[in-house]
């Protein structure tokens, strides 16, 4: 079930000369709804607001973006007190070519999709991953943003079909861990959490960063991660993020598999006090 | 002036959850029509054809392709003895998500767009370029194809703006030059032709291809060029390439000047006769 709205009307369809469409010249947001309320709201503001620094995008204000985003879910049939609302905001309508016309309006599309939770044994005993043979582009203006610019995501995702793997981890160009197609990644060595540097590729993911301040908050460092393919067998634990599902276990990846350690299921209950009650064990 | 074209019908308008508008799910391309007939369709084609089996997506056959092209030609009024085509193909509708659904139908919009071209003075005097700060992201499993993740060009576009340029070189994170925001480039040393690689990023121009087929044709080889800015004032001539255009010489870049120089315009000769009289000096 999804609903998507456009200045506070129910409407699905756009113009295709919008940029979006055209060059993927926009940003996205996917935000767990709990309760009628966004989660992480002022991460997702924040990542968003970077993103349209980045891009030259006017974005709205808060409050007005937050009323739009409260009144999409009152209409909504798709909403509940646990579903996700979804983001898109664009550089607008186009002539044709890369040179934006000075004057467009961003376009801004609220979506509002029925979810459903991982099951409780996947954060009880953890899911099922492999690395990815896609590699991530290195070396982009746009890298830890969520552009629409998704093609490596998309192309990583795709080796996952009919595998009934939870998660794709991904790799740069020189074969350093990143992240996952859909997460973020955390190790866990001699009781040290590391989650890798997100400067050259990958997305800076809300929960990443509430999973860092909670741990942070309890005097917990989290250091910079270079983990290779060889080095994988060697961590004592892993662990991905994501503003959806929270904090999941990972409990194999390819041919390695891990038990569920206790400093993940530590960080887990942290984490559910902190917001993310579906991480409590 | 502007139309677009859906399974034939006149029709500008696309559902939002069209892959092409969540994630740049897609590919293009930007055709030359010169007197109803697209020019270089064959090297569209193969492109496209790569890029549909990179990103597995289920092309139509060449002959549907044409025929669709032809009749939004007939039915256009942006339509003359010299425009543009635009086909857009993306991974079609999908759910929520990175992951595709199998049974997906590829969307295939076509646009016609009025056009002109440049002036007789550009072809003889050569175009004002700069070298752009934004850099291409490198590694990319979609190097050299023209999909719809078109951020780092419209960024490195966006540098140009107000500054009465026609064209940004882009360089990789290494420093090499590898091609225009919307052209590639060659350069000329000692009567010797060269053209950067697009195998880790950049896309691999129709034009670009037709003058290497070209040069080869005159037993006039290419080879593969690696040019740091640095290494740019010692270049004998530069010239950039483009569906639309054909061949222009580059008479500045930055603080660089060059005049057109007699390997350039011999090129352009030879072009000329192979289906691009715009270059005619």
């Given at each position: 079930?999804?609903?998507w709205f456009i200045n506070g009307e129910?409407n699905g369809m756009i113009s295709i000369d919008d940029r979006a469409v055209q060059y993927g010249d926009g940003l996205f ?22 993103g349209c620094?980045?891009l030259d995008i006017a974005l709205p ?25 979804k983001i898109i905001v664009s550089s607008g309508f186009g002539k044709r070519g890369y040179g934006r016309t000075r004057s467009a309006e961003p376009s801004i599309w609220l979506g ?35 552009t629409l610019n998704r093609l ?130």
């Amino acid at each position: 079930m999804t609903d998507w709205f456009i200045n506070g009307e129910r409407n699905g369809m756009i113009s295709i000369d919008d940029r979006a469409v055209q060059y993927g010249d926009g940003l996205f947001e996917t935000i767990a709804i709990r309760h009628g309320k966004p989660r992480l709201w002022q991460y997702h503001l924040d990542r968003l607001a970077r993103g349209c620094e980045c891009l030259d995008i006017a974005l709205p204000g808060a409050e007005q973006l937050h009323q739009s985003l409260q009144d999409a879910l009152a209409q909504s049939s798709a909403a509940s007190d646990y579903c996700l609302a979804k983001i898109i905001v664009s550089s607008g309508f186009g002539k044709r070519g890369y040179g934006r016309t000075r004057s467009a309006e961003p376009s801004i599309w609220l979506g509002v999709f029925a979810s459903t939770p991982p099951p409780a044994s996947s954060y009880r005993d953890g899911v099922d991953t492999k690395v990815c043979d896609t590699r991530l582009a290195t070396g982009s203006a746009t890298a830890g943003l969520k552009t629409l610019n998704r093609l490596d995501q998309v192309l990583a995702r795709s080796e996952l079909t009919g595998q009934n793997l939870f998660e794709g981890l991904t790799m740069d160009a020189s074969g350093s861990i990143i992240c996952g197609t859909m997460s973020n990644v955390f190790f866990v060595s001699k009781n040290h959490v590391s989650t890798p540097t997100l400067s050259n590729c990958g997305v800076e993911g809300v929960m990443r960063r509430h999973v860092i301040a909670t741990l942070e908050n309890h005097d917990i460092d989290v250091s910079d991660a270079v983990v290779e393919l060889d080095d994988l067998a060697a961590v004592d634990e892993i662990f991905i993020t994501n503003s959806q599902f929270g904090v999941l276990p990972v409990r194999r990846c390819g041919e390695t598999v891990w038990p569920v350690g206790e400093t993940t299921r530590n960080i887990m209950t942290l984490v559910a006090a902190k917001g993310v009650p579906e991480c409590q064990l």
